[in-house]
């Protein structure tokens, strides 16, 4: 392995607590993640007792209200300690993401008595969270879902399946889309679902190339009764509420791509200055010194982009399109930065011996999850020209 260390991103940072926070971030991903990643990725294995630490710390609700134990961070902060995490094990970052996502939707449409009830335990008391949006039959188009939420009483019963769900099957909470009414995207409502309801259960793991130790299970609902109290926003509601959480989970996955990026560089780096051919480190022949040079510009302007996007939000002007433009440039880029760093290590990238092949393969899923880069290219061009015919 290469023993050059990686030199930390020189970032900008609005405030001295920011930077602080990174500071953090940075000694927890390398004493407690960093070195156990490799391991536990190749067994398969979840470090729950890792997103314990991360709550105690104040780091599964920094962009939320510190009246209910969140950080008061603005998204600007807040994705580049995504970032960061990321660089060190993405199972970490994306699942601090998700978490994040899955609270978007009590934390911003769920009323006082919701939030006071069950926002500090999410936020800051242990908790981990996954968001229920996509099914077997229904995941670029949301809108076709069929999970189904009946009106009992003063409750709802909920039955349907749902797929490709972070966290499934250990999530203390799940934030469900159910419909609750007619066909089409205004008969969707939203839930807030415990995860040790009566009827909850979930299937094995999918087996995946990569992110072994994130699990992504199918999560069953089999009659699951929910108190109204447990309703988010109003009824029909839930469709506007899930694509609005996409618009800031986007920026969640953009992050993350970039830290899995600059990972695979920095790996690329210490490797490229350390092997010698010829009489000499490769990193002195001009073909590999032009390959790093565009690896570190596509890094660059990704996190640039992400950025700006996270400053819009920041600012409570639109950002939709800029999300949009953010996952689709920045899991692109993690796509063939990571794919170049396997073949500046030539043999040894192809090796397990060496994590550029564990970047590589975990880079493809950010190109599908929280839409399709399909979807997000589809996003942009409706912002720029409307809907298009069919």
């Known amino acids: 392995m290469p023993d050059r260390a990686p030199q930390p991103v020189d970032r900008q940072l609005p405030t001295e607590e920011a930077r602080d926070l990174i500071s953090l971030v940075r000694d927890i991903a390398q004493q407690e993640i960093v070195p156990k ?71 911003t449409y769920g009323t006082k008595e919701q939030q006071v009830e069950h926002l500090p335990a999410m936020l800051g008391g242990g908790m981990l969270g996954a968001y ?44 469900v889309m159910a419909r609750t009414g007619e066909e089409g995207p205004r008969g969707i409502t939203a839930f807030l679902v415990a995860g040790d309801a009566p009827g909850l259960s979930a299937a094995a793991p999918e087996k995946k190339m990569g ?52 990972a695979a560089l920095d790996e690329a780096l210490a490797y490229a200055t350390e092997r010698r051919q010829f009489g000499k480190p490769i990193a002195d022949f001009q073909g590999l010194r032009f390959m790093l040079a565009d690896m570190a510009t596509q890094i660059e302007a990704g996190r640039a982009l ?24 920045c899991t692109d880029t993690a796509m063939r930065v990571t794919t170049d760093a396997v073949q500046i290590l030539g043999g040894y990238g192809y090796t397990a011996d060496f994590p550029a092949e564990r970047y590589m393969r975990e880079a493809k899923v950010l190109q599908i999850v929280e839409g399709t880069n399909q979807i997000q290219r589809m996003v942009i061009a409706r912002h720029l020209v409307g809907p298009g015919g069919r």
């Not at 939420?149 to 490709?164: C, L, S």
């Not at 694509?243 to 830290?259: F, N």
């Not at 400053?311 to 953010?326: N, S, T, Y």
């Open 132 to 175: 229920c949006l996509s099914e077997p039959h229904s995941g670029s188009d949301a809108a076709a879902l069929r999970t189904k939420a009946v009106h009992d009483g003063d409750a709802w019963v909920i039955t349907g399946t749902k797929a490709w769900i972070t966290h499934g099957g250990i999530a203390d909470f799940y934030t």
């Open 306 to 329: 992400y950025l700006a996007a996270a400053r819009l939000r920041d600012a409570g002007r639109p950002f939709a399109m800029q999300a949009a433009m953010a996952k689709l440039h």
């Open 37 to 107: 990643a490799a391991e536990e990725e190749d067994a398969g294995r979840f470090p729950r007792e890792l997103f314990t630490l991360l709550s105690r710390s104040g780091l599964l609700g920094l962009p939320y209200d510190s009246e209910y134990g969140g950080g008061d961070q603005p998204y600007e902060v807040y994705l580049q300690v995504l970032e960061e995490l990321a660089a060190a094990r993405l199972t970490v970052g994306l699942g601090v993401s998700v978490h994040s996502l899955a609270s978007y939707a009590l934390a």
């Open 211 to 262: 992110m072994k130790g994130s699990p992504t299970a199918q999560v069953h609902f089999d009659g699951v009764r929910v108190s109204d109290d447990r309703r988010i926003g109003e009824e029909g509601q839930g469709l506007a509420i899930a694509l609005s959480a996409l618009d800031s989970g986007r920026l969640g996955i953009a992050a993350c791509a970039i830290g899995v990026a600059q």
